[in-house]
């Protein structure tokens, strides 16, 4: 049986007094690609901020990535963070530099320090999401469909073991959503674990997979043919 990655027992999600999603228990293997749907306020950005500790876990159990949400202190954060990749939906580039220097960035705040080894890394991660010509430019030069794929590089910067991809194509045109989609799937293949919130019904149909619905403050698991 394969190894759990993120697992909840019985978790409510809140922001601030109010309670957004409830009971919630879920169990995702490493290697998954996982859906989460929901209507606007149905609590899925609640819930993937919970994940990676923007919210804190206030009641029930959750593991994800080998750290306990529930006891996580402050200054563990940052080692949760580096064992997750995040996806947003408005890319989060810095404008005021180039993509070379944007990945830079991140790697010198996450401890990195030997200038080839940075080098190398990131064209790595740029050639894996066939942006690795476009390093010299800034994010106002790409389009919003190559901002997302650097967006991409960018999240796959300290392998992570877990990709959150919040939206990731809520701002592209569907052709281009399904171009982000084939690298988010590629890099599923080669055996990291995805959990993406989406509103884009084309795209699950297009490539199916496990779907959890966030839905009367409750998360469930859909088949297909209803989402
Ligand atoms: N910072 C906040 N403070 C208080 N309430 C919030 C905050 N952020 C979200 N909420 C509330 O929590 C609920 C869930 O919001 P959330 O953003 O998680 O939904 P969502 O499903 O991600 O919506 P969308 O698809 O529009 O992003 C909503 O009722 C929202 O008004």
Redesign the pocket.
Known sequence: MSETILELKDVAIF??E?L?LNEVSLDVKKGDFVYLI????????????TLYADLPLRQGEGSIAGFDLKSLKEKHIPHLRRKLGVVFQDFKLLPDRNINNNMLFVLKATGWKDNSKMKAKIEEVLDKVGMKTKGFKFPHELSGGEQQRVAIARALLNDPELILA??PTGNLDPQTSVEVMKVLQDINKSGRTILM?T?DYALILKYPSKTLK?DGGKIFEVVQRTV
């Open positions: 922001q601030k109010n957004v929901g209507k606007t306020g149905s609590g899925k950005s609640s819930f993937m901020k919040d939206e919130a509103h966030c």
